[in-house]
């Protein structure tokens, strides 16, 4: 958990140190090389530290692949959508389904999704990111204070 807390600070540091939107929100630069790199280091994060790939995607994808943070988010959704639903096909048929707390999930996370959608459309790529980062902080100390 100290790993990951410090991991979650690194990054919120980051996302709030950048100054302004600049080139770096306008000009998606993803060099295979780099952003192969960062991609198998958040899949060895994730695996090793147990914790969702989301989590880790976004600032990737904004600090390597240089991608603004809408279009970073939308593409992290995609990837955890995929992987949730490849993980759910593996489980299916092996233990019993509990379809209603799931449906329930899901209509609570459409529900939040929507909300967000229409919130983060009013706001500039500035302020999510620095959002962003205080999120992260704000959940850095908090498992700094529950570990």
Do not use: Q, Y
């Amino acid at each position: 958990m100290l790993i990951f807390a410090g991991l979650m600070v690194l990054v919120a540091v980051r996302m709030l140190v950048r100054r302004g939107a600049g080139a770096v929100e306008a000009l998606p630069d993803c060099r295979p090389l780099r952003c192969g790199l960062a991609g198998i280091g958040v899949g060895l994060l994730t695996g090793f530290l147990g914790v969702g790939g989301g989590f880790m995607l976004v600032p990737a994808m904004i600090l390597f692949a240089r991608l603004p943070m809408a279009v970073a988010v939308g593409t992290s959704l995609a990837v955890i959508a995929a992987n949730s639903f490849v993980g759910w096909l593996g489980h299916l048929g092996r233990e019993p389904f509990a379809w209603g707390m799931t449906s329930a999930f899901l209509l609570a996370a459409l529900a939040g999704m929507a909300s967000g959608a229409r919130l983060g459309g009013r706001l500039s790529p500035v302020t999510m990111r620095r959002a962003f980062g205080w999120f992260v902080l704000a959940v850095a100390a908090f498992v700094l204070v529950n570990k």
